[in-house]
């Protein structure tokens, strides 16, 4: 976030310190303004310290009175159940309040109007089909219409080029709306160093904020990082990561490069509401076993074609307690079995990772309580156990311990897929100590340059660079530059990449398994193929 260019007034300081309450979240806010100034600006303007809760008595009673359920009123205010009742508790709110109001009620009246604030629970409309009624300016729309949608994000990586040719041969001369779009380069080399030049050009001749160069990271771990990725809207991009989204509670979708530039021109598209998927995973995972694993299990049991052209939401007491590291992980691997999006509930977690964080205001949006659903699954991970995709694709997922020992000449730990700080900090907890096999090498690819500078600030890098790691600048992806070695002919390579997607097949001869940090640092210290579990805490 870029820094402030002038002072506060005294009403916006009195806001941030609603919202924030100390110097020094108001300082970040401000785009990392030092918390004594932040202290000097107050004190000038007879602002005190703390002058006001995070949210009034009046604010919390107005809410209590209005629905009379903590679970209405926490969403209202974008804060879990339990929070709303503390709050009502610290201002001694306890009894139901004595009358009833519209909102309480679970039946509409004619003639009445609710304000987009308290819309009722009971529409039977999933996540998927309130994103894409918002994007279309729509109250509600039913699963199988097709509406003309404004997304709210659009992100271009590595066919960023193939959409300026096309955007070129429409014909406008600006694009609708600079703010709305993030370029990202691809690697550099011969061949497409003219074409990052002209896009270099273009996005200054757009004034394109946005734009990132190939050294910074992969595109969709940078979106996020950078507030861009935020829940309720609505993300377009050019490749499948783009589901990672879905980890905020963002619908996030593909489409093809003339698409992308029709709406580069236009700012809307056409786009199908897909029927939606529930899926509760509940249970306490075993030692080993990570947000990677969960994910390739519902692969396993989804197979392929088993989310085609549908929406995925996943619930549960498992999903709850990931990070928003493994929620990426889940929504991004979603594509094995063709999901169109992937979507993880909003709560507590991704609140305080957007706070300070999120460039934009945002809406959350939940699923009505009586959602429908084409399917449901339920999941219990209680007896699950470390999972690897063979070279089959996603239909040929087993447990570790099925082709445990078996060789490998390469390992790769990052990649868009597992290439976040708390993916490093699981690989460096089994190496530390130890080291890669002298007939293994272990290639280390940070998702971005701030998770390999915090990886560097904590000890990450050093520890896996003492165990024989090689560590590779951020963004490399395995087979898209020439610093990953390409593999002789039958031999094999153990990554923590998103995997072959539906349709694909290579015809590259080696033979690549797909697997956690954990079971890959493992099997780097072996040089064969490992279960993690005695190797974590």
């Known amino acids: 976030m870029s820094a402030r260019k002038k002072i506060p007034t005294k009403a916006e300081l009195i806001q941030l310190q609603k919202l924030y309450r100390t110097d020094e979240k108001i300082g970040e806010r401000l785009g990392g303004v030092p918390a004594y100034l932040v202290a000097y600006w107050?004190?000038?303007?007879?602002?005190?310290?703390?002058?006001?809760?995070?949210?009034?008595?009046?604010?919390?009673?107005?809410?209590?009175?209005?629905?009379?359920?903590d679970d209405k009123c926490g969403l209202e205010l974008g804060i879990s159940k339990a929070a709303f009742y503390n709050w009502r508790?610290?201002?001694?709110?306890?009894?139901?309040?004595?009358?009833?109001?519209?909102e309480q009620l679970e039946f509409p009246f004619p003639g009445v109007k609710t304000g987009s604030r308290a819309a009722s629970l009971y529409g039977k409309r999933a996540?998927?089909?309130?994103?894409?009624?918002?994007?279309?300016?729509?109250?509600?729309?039913?699963?199988?219409?097709?509406?003309?949608?404004?997304?709210?994000?659009?992100?271009?990586?590595?066919?960023?080029?193939?959409?300026?040719?096309?955007?070129?041969?429409?014909?406008?001369?600006f694009i609708f709306n600079p703010n709305k779009l993030f370029l990202s380069l691809?690697?550099?080399?011969g061949e497409s160093a003219r074409e990052n030049k002209e896009v270099r050009e273009f996005a200054r001749r757009q004034a394109i904020r946005n734009a990132a160069e190939s050294f910074e990271g992969i595109t969709h771990q940078l979106a996020v990082e950078k507030g861009?990725?935020?829940?309720?809207?609505?993300?377009?991009?050019?490749?499948?990561?783009?589901?990672?989204?879905?980890?905020?509670?963002?619908?996030?979708?593909?489409?093809?490069?003339?698409?992308?530039?029709?709406?580069?021109?236009?700012?809307?598209?056409?786009?199908?509401?897909?029927?939606?998927?529930?899926?509760?995973?509940?249970?306490?995972?075993?030692?080993?076993?990570?947000?990677?694993?969960?994910?390739?299990?519902?692969?396993?049991?989804?197979?392929?074609?088993?989310?085609?052209y549908k929406a995925v939401e996943y619930y549960?007491?498992?999903?709850?307690?990931?990070?928003?590291?493994?929620?990426?992980?889940?929504?991004?691997?979603?594509?094995?079995?063709?999901?169109?999006?992937?979507?993880?509930?909003?709560?507590?977690?991704?609140?305080?990772?957007l706070n300070g964080r999120a460039n934009a205001q945002y809406q959350p949006l939940v699923a009505d309580k009586d959602a429908e659903y084409i399917e449901i699954f339920q999941i219990n991970i209680e007896h699950l156990v470390p999972q690897i995709m063979c070279p089959g694709g996603p239909d040929d997922v087993k447990a570790v311990a099925e082709v445990e020992n078996l060789p490998v000449t390469q390992v790769v730990i990052g990649t868009s897929a597992n290439g976040r700080f708390e993916d490093l900090r699981?690989?460096?907890?089994?190496?530390?100590?130890?080291?890669?096999?002298?007939?293994?090498?272990?290639?280390?690819?940070?998702?971005?340059?701030?998770?390999?500078?915090?990886?560097?600030?904590?000890?990450?890098?050093?520890?896996?660079?003492?165990?024989?790691?090689?560590?590779?600048?951020?963004g490399i992806e395995p087979g898209s530059d020439s610093l990953i070695p390409v593999l002789y002919d039958g031999e094999h390579r153990l990554s923590t990449g998103c995997g072959p997607l539906p349709g694909q097949r290579s015809d590259d001869p080696t033979l690549t398994y797909y697997c956690s940090p954990a079971t890959a640092a493992a099997s780097a210290i072996n040089a064969a193929i490992t279960e993690p579990s005695g190797y974590v805490k």
């Open 42 to 69: 107050r004190r000038k303007k007879n602002v005190p310290r703390h002058s006001q809760p995070k949210f009034s008595e009046a604010e919390i009673r107005n809410l209590w009175e209005r629905y009379g359920d």
């Open 127 to 173: 996540v998927a089909q309130k994103i894409l009624a918002h994007a279309a300016g729509q109250e509600k729309i039913d699963v199988g219409d097709t509406a003309v949608v404004e997304p709210d994000l659009l992100v271009s990586s590595h066919s960023v080029a193939e959409v300026l040719r096309q955007f070129k041969e429409i014909g406008p001369e």
């Open 316 to 353: 549960g007491s498992a999903v709850t307690q990931m990070s928003i590291n493994e929620r990426q992980t889940l929504s991004l691997l979603s594509t094995s079995m063709s999901a169109m999006a992937a979507l993880c509930p909003f709560d507590s977690s991704v609140r305080r990772y």
């Open 89 to 102: 508790r610290r201002y001694g709110i306890k009894e139901k309040p004595a009358f009833l109001k519209l």
């Open 426 to 474: 699981i690989a460096a907890e089994v190496l530390k100590g130890r080291q890669v096999s002298d007939n293994c090498q272990l290639y280390i690819c940070p998702a971005s340059r701030s998770v390999y500078i915090e990886a560097l600030k904590k000890g990450l890098i050093r520890i896996l660079a003492e165990s024989g790691a090689i560590i590779l600048p951020p």
């Open 186 to 189: 691809g690697v550099t080399d």
């Open 228 to 308: 861009l990725a935020l829940p309720g809207q609505l993300a377009l991009g050019l490749d499948q990561r783009t589901t990672a989204f879905g980890a905020l509670g963002m619908f996030a979708t593909t489409v093809t490069p003339s698409e992308m530039a029709t709406i580069w021109a236009s700012g809307k598209i056409w786009l199908k509401v897909p029927p939606t998927i529930r899926i509760d995973i509940s249970g306490r995972r075993s030692r080993g076993v990570y947000g990677r694993d969960i994910a390739m299990s519902i692969t396993s049991r989804l197979r392929r074609e088993g989310a085609e």
